[in-house]
């Protein structure tokens, strides 16, 4: 039996052949044969998830940086130069004492003095000395009596010889006065004046005794 081919199948059926050689590499590649997945154009396997890329955030309004807060410090204290110091004047660098006594020739046993005519002594002796004896010009002494009259007086001290540094005055007599016959106190303050126009003061107290007649 003679089997007579048809032209026109053998046409189709070539180029069927034909088309599938050029068909079948890409048929393996897409899964048409084999059991290998399918590969992308670059090279990725289908069985690999694609690289998921990250959701941009949502970037808000930006803030500024809150502004710090100034702290006060406390200033440290000023210092201020102390004043020069002035020189001391001559007054500043003595010293001064005042007493009094029972006078010369009295008894040495001193409590204060008498009125006139009440009883003795009557008077009394006021020392003034001085540290700086070559430095003073003066001496001069004023008493305030504290009776029920009261009354004050003043008067100046001389030197004993070139001694300049003991200066001596009387104090008294006083008249007597029956409205102070009870007595009373006797202030004296001695000041001595130096050769720089300076002076110091010094003070003693002592007694009108009461009277006695």
Same mark, same amino acid.
């Given at each position: 039996?003679?089997?007579?081919?048809?032209?026109?199948?053998?046409?189709?059926?070539?180029?069927?052949?034909?088309?599938?050689?050029?068909?079948?590499?890409?048929?393996?590649?897409? +899964?048409? @044969?084999?059991?290998?997945? $399918?590969?992308?154009? &670059?090279?990725?396997?289908?069985?690999?998830?694609?690289?998921?890329?990250?959701?941009?955030?949502?970037?808000? $309004?930006? *803030?500024?940086?809150?502004?710090?807060?100034?702290?006060?410090?406390?200033?440290? %204290?000023?210092?201020?130069?102390?004043?020069?110091?002035?020189?001391?004047?001559? /007054?500043?660098?003595?010293?001064?004492?005042?007493?009094?006594? +029972?006078?010369?020739?009295?008894?040495?046993?001193?409590? +204060?003095?008498?009125?006139?005519? #009440? /009883?003795?002594?009557?008077?009394?002796?006021?020392?003034?000395?001085?540290?700086?004896?070559? !430095?003073?010009?003066?001496?001069?002494?004023?008493?305030?009596?504290?009776?029920?009259? $009261?009354? !004050? =007086?003043? +008067?100046?001290?001389? *030197?004993? @010889?070139? &001694?300049?540094?003991?200066?001596?005055?009387?104090? /008294?007599?006083?008249?007597? &006065?029956?409205?102070?016959?009870?007595? =009373?106190?006797? !202030?004296?303050? %001695?000041? %001595?004046?130096?050769? &720089?126009?300076? *002076?110091?003061?010094?003070?003693?107290?002592?007694?009108?005794?009461? #009277?006695?007649?």
């Amino acid at each position: 039996m003679v089997t007579v081919l048809n032209p026109r199948r053998i046409r189709s059926v070539a180029a069927l052949a034909f088309a599938c050689a050029a068909v079948l590499p890409l048929t393996a590649a897409c +899964g048409g @044969g084999g059991n290998e997945p $399918p590969q992308w154009a &670059d090279g990725v396997s289908a069985s690999e998830s694609p690289t998921v890329l990250p959701t941009p955030t949502e970037v808000g $309004p930006t *803030t500024s940086a809150p502004t710090p807060t100034a702290v006060r410090t406390s200033r440290p %204290a000023t210092t201020t130069s102390a004043p020069a110091s002035r020189p001391r004047t001559m /007054g500043q660098r003595s010293t001064l004492t005042v007493s009094v006594s +029972g006078g010369l020739g009295q008894s040495r046993a001193f409590t +204060g003095i008498h009125q006139d005519g #009440c /009883g003795n002594p009557s008077w009394g002796l006021v020392t003034v000395r001085v540290g700086s004896a070559a !430095n003073v010009s003066s001496v001069a002494f004023r008493y305030q009596v504290r009776t029920p009259v $009261p009354f !004050n =007086g003043s +008067g100046s001290a001389r *030197t004993l @010889g070139d &001694d300049r540094g003991s200066w001596l005055a009387s104090l /008294g007599p006083f008249r007597a &006065d029956s409205r102070n016959s009870a007595g =009373g106190t006797i !202030n004296v303050t %001695a000041e %001595a004046k130096f050769k &720089d126009g300076s *002076t110091r003061t010094a003070k003693t107290s002592t007694s009108l005794k009461a #009277c006695r007649r």
